[in-house]
């Protein structure tokens, strides 16, 4: 029963003792979730798997869980730690890997079944989980073992599964009245459901928006390659002799960085800010509504004053106010960043005669001018120093050897879901095997938009396992036989990735709950946001950073203004941040009964509210599309990303102070901090790496956030 598992199925219909309803579908034999994998690592079977495998083996993986938990809960012997808590995170085993499997897959190569199964399964799933943290029996042994833990003589770790779990069954409402859980029960349910409708409205939409553009000379600006591009992605939609550009989720599109024709820009940018708020099948306002709605509602249930309450007391924060400070603190410097920058924007338009007001659409296509006019140089003179392959084997790996010896051997012997999609052996420093690396670097129609890490396998001493875990990213497929070079963003984005991936790959614990990344969400991109860091450390990238036809390092000159240019823009970037992570927290610390009835209404008002209006930089997602706070795990999260980086920038910091990229300083992160998972508390964690708690000034440094 991993916690991961618990944040992917979003949360009734069944309960435990009135299992004997349904005629669900029964797996057999020959189904390839029937046992674990035999493959090494456990690395799911993919070239086996049919979507008809999924629904019999997440029916009957529910019954058997089910059963072992009333084993569990009617065990007629005294409730102990082994025979309750153990014997629960030994449950669910089947349930588990076929959870692991759909609920990547659905994010990474969905199609039209398995969308269907997904909206289907949401609400079941959702009533498996209460079925068992609503069972009163089963809290009984748990909150029993609770009150005697001091008593019990647990080692630490035991100790503090006993109560994570206690606390889990807590906050899931166990101690409620029948009559509140059966409300919280149809909650659960309705909330598990529009959750998945959210992001399914996302990603039709996302690819019901792509733009279709007549002439070859309307896209001047755009590199040869990405022409083709647009001309392939016409030809796909049975428009050849056009262009299409794809949308990506964020609010900003990458086109609109080099597009000379304005009016296409704002096209772009009208089409990326209306998605979900259109009217049509794949509109969202009201679902984000109804969303907001029931979580108040549910906390009030749970009797806190609002779901970011609710949310916040599990997280190294604990409350809104801690998090309202810190926004409201970084929130003002930002935006008069921004406003410098904007006001360099429309400088340059007016010494071009453009007779225009800096608009949203413009930004990005006029920074990079800006870039070019204060260093000379631009991002299509860099693309060429960063080819995937480089990045990948002579950066990313390259830096995760010399922290932490570890190396990497490609597996073409082991079976993937997509051809593009890279499977690496990683063996540790002392050459044993520790973990499998999937590379799903590549934007697909069935995937959906950003980048992260998943797990397919989790490491735990319990069960004797060894992570398998995956880092997907959207990269743009280039035409048949041109090489696949990055921007700097999609460079960092895959050093961040892989700071996950290391997270879940030297996680050393005994108890599947706490495995790798099982920590607080405001956490959880700490270790991921440490790992850029080395994309930028001079040994690193003069290492991957090499002209992919000449082989010749990026020029100094060159690197240095990379360097140099590292806080550009940064007013632009911390604030479309900041205004995501505001409108996040606005929706999810409304109390219950006081929903405003206009999304877009309620948007600019809570923007206004915060003093962050600024129209030329639009928020980096609106309610309509942000799956991190709708559909993913991230409802009152969104602040995690800069609560996070306090300590990232300030592990920056000490890994300057000792020396950089050795080995020494990469075993202490591992030893103290990135192998733990969640077995020991996170901001003690912490402090075991840093030796004290961390400073707030290495992040308002670095984000140019500083002055009065
Ligand atoms: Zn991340």
Redesign the pocket.
């Known amino acids: 029963m991993s916690r991961n598992l618990f944040l992917i199925m979003a949360t009734s219909l069944l309960s435990m003792s009135s299992q004997a309803a349904p005629a669900l579908p029964t797996i057999t034999p020959d189904n390839p979730f029937y046992a674990a994998s035999t493959l090494p690592y456990q690395l799911p079977p993919f070239d086996r798997i049919k979507d008809a495998d999924y629904a019999p083996a997440f029916a009957d993986g529910m019954r058997q869980q089910l059963t072992e938990m009333r084993a569990i809960a009617d065990n007629s012997a005294k409730p102990t730690f082994d025979n309750t808590l153990v014997a629960m995170e030994r449950s669910g085993r089947l349930l588990n890997r076929v959870s692991e499997v759909f609920f990547n897959l659905s994010g990474t190569n969905t199609n039209p079944v398995m969308q269907a199964l997904e909206r289907d399964l949401a609400p079941k799933l959702s009533a498996h989980r209460d079925a068992i943290q609503l069972d009163g029996k089963l809290y009984a042994r748990i909150d029993k073992l609770y009150e005697q833990r001091t008593t019990l003589a647990l080692d630490p770790q035991s100790l503090r599964l006993l109560e994570r779990v206690h606390t889990d069954f807590v906050r899931a409402g166990a101690p409620l009245p029948l009559a509140s859980q059966q409300k919280l029960r149809d909650m659960n349910s309705q909330l598990a459901s529009l959750a998945t409708t959210f992001s399914q409205n996302v990603l039709n939409e996302i690819n019901a928006s792509a733009i279709t553009v007549d002439t070859r000379a309307e896209l001047d600006g755009l590199s040869d390659n990405a022409i083709a591009a647009a001309a392939l992605a016409a030809k796909v939609r049975g428009l050849d002799g056009k262009y299409v550009l794809a949308l990506v989720n964020t609010t900003g599109q990458p086109p609109a960085s080099s597009l000379t024709n304005r009016a296409l820009r704002q096209r772009l940018y009208d089409a990326s800010t209306i998605r979900g708020s259109r009217g049509g099948e794949f509109d969202n306002r009201a679902i984000v509504l109804q969303l907001a709605s029931l979580r108040a509602d549910r906390a009030a249930l749970l009797g806190y004053p609002s779901h970011a309450a609710y949310v916040l007391q599990e997280e190294t924060a604990k409350n809104p106010a801690a998090v309202n400070q810190l926004l409201a603190r970084l929130a003002p410097p930002a935006v008069a960043n921004a406003r410098v920058e904007g006001d360099a924007i429309q400088k340059i338009i007016d010494a071009e005669k453009g007779g225009f007001k800096l608009a949203a659409a413009d930004w990005t296509f006029y920074t990079e001018k800006v870039r070019k006019a204060r260093f000379d140089f631009d991002e299509t003179q860099l693309r060429p120093y960063f080819e995937l392959e480089s990045v990948l084997q002579n950066g990313v790996f390259f830096a995760a050897n010399k922290l932490y010896g570890l190396t990497f051997k490609e597996r073409k012997d082991l079976p993937v879901y997509d051809p593009s999609v890279r499977v690496f052996e990683v063996f540790d420093a002392d050459g044993k095997p520790l973990a499998l690396f999937l590379a799903d670097m590549y934007a697909r129609s069935s995937k959906r938009g950003g980048a992260?890490m998943n797990s397919y396998v989790e490491q735990s001493d319990l069960f004797g396992t060894r992570p398998v875990v995956a880092n997907h990213l959207n990269i743009p497929q280039p035409p048949d036989g041109e090489p696949t070079l990055l921007t700097f963003d999609e460079v960092t984005t895959a050093f961040?990735?892989f700071g996950?991936a290391l997270h879940g790959m030297m996680s050393n614990v005994r108890y599947p709950t706490f495995s790798g990344t099982s920590v607080p969400r405001d956490f959880v991109?700490f270790p991921?946001q440490v790992n850029e860091m080395w994309s930028v450390w001079p040994e690193v990238l003069a290492n991957y950073a090499k002209h992919y036809q000449t082989g010749a390092p990026m020029p100094k000159a060159l690197l240095d203004k990379v360097l140099a240019t590292r806080t550009f823009n940064e007013g632009f970037r911390t604030t479309e941040y900041l205004k995501a992570a505001l409108i996040d927290q606005q929706w999810h610390q409304l109390g219950a009964g006081n929903m405003p009835t206009d999304v877009l209404a309620f948007e600019a008002e809570a923007l206004k509210k915060a003093g962050v209006d600024y129209a030329p930089v639009p928020p980096r997602y609106r309610s309509t599309y942000f799956s991190h706070v709708f559909a993913g795990g991230y409802s009152a999260g969104y602040y995690a990303y800069i609560w996070s980086e306090v300590l990232d920038a300030d592990t920056v910091e000490w890994f300057k102070e000792h020396g950089g990229l050795t080995r020494k300083n990469g075993d202490w992160f591992r030893q103290t901090l990135l192998s733990r998972g969640g077995s020991v508390d996170a901001m003690q964690l912490f402090r075991d790496f840093r030796g004290r708690d961390a400073k707030i000034e290495p992040l308002l440094v670095r984000r140019g956030l500083t002055a009065p």
């Open positions: 992260w961040h990735e996950h991109e991921s």
